[in-house]
């Protein structure tokens, strides 16, 4: 479990019975996802559970946040969720609220969708190639097995490489292949990326 580092700004003002919970949000973006909140707070309250889920359904704490004591106060938290299950595309935050009573309330859910773009890159360098080019594969591929393809510009399979436990970064001679444009692709058992690269002499 992380231990979640968040930014409170606070303000006082007179607390409602129970807590108030306003302005939840949740954003995909840099490649992380930052969720922001507005609460105030009671004598009972005790603290905060991030919670997160790959389904709507089924939620997993990820982060507790535990306030001062005697605080009536209204605040302002933002929380960075940087380790996630990125496989999958879209995920659901809520918020769990416990009380020192051991009384909980919960947030309505957030979903976020993780772009596509920044979650599934395929890195090739140096490009133009001479020889050697090394492939960056995303974060979450890292010791899953992976299947280097390279095509040529008429679709013909000319290389395979694979990897049965990859680290993000792979190599592939190219030497002995022609000047010309050729499309390298990188799959695993659920998904496949691709990127153009240039063979130079």
């Not at 954003?27 to 609460?39: N, Y």
């Not at 020889?131 to 979450?140: I, R």
């Not at 280097?148 to 436990?165: A, H, S």
């Amino acid at each position: 479990m992380l231990i979640g580092m968040l930014v409170m700004n606070m303000l006082a003002v007179n607390a409602a019975d129970r807590i108030g919970l306003e302005n939840f949000s949740a954003k995909w973006e840099k490649d992380q996802v930052i969720l922001k909140w507005t609460a105030t707070l009671e004598k009972n309250f005790s603290h905060f559970a991030i919670e997160r889920s790959v389904n709507g359904e089924e939620f997993k704490e990820v982060a507790l946040y535990f306030t001062e004591d005697e605080l009536r106060l209204k605040c302002n938290y933002a929380y960075t969720d940087k380790f996630f299950p990125t496989k999958n595309k879209v995920l659901y935050y809520r918020l769990r609220l416990i009380n020192k009573d051991g009384t909980i309330q919960y947030s309505s859910p957030k979903e976020v969708s993780l772009a596509a773009s920044e979650t599934m890159r395929l890195t090739i360098y140096p490009n133009p190639v001479q020889s050697l080019v090394f492939v960056a594969l995303p974060q979450q591929w890292n010791q899953e097995q992976v299947v280097l393809e390279l095509y040529n510009g008429n679709g013909q399979l000319l290389k395979t490489r694979v990897e049965n436990k990859a680290s993000v970064t792979i190599s592939m001679e190219l030497s002995d292949l022609a000047t010309g444009w050729y499309i390298l692709k990188a799959r695993t058992a659920t998904e496949t990326i691709q990127s153009r690269l240039v063979k130079m002499k």
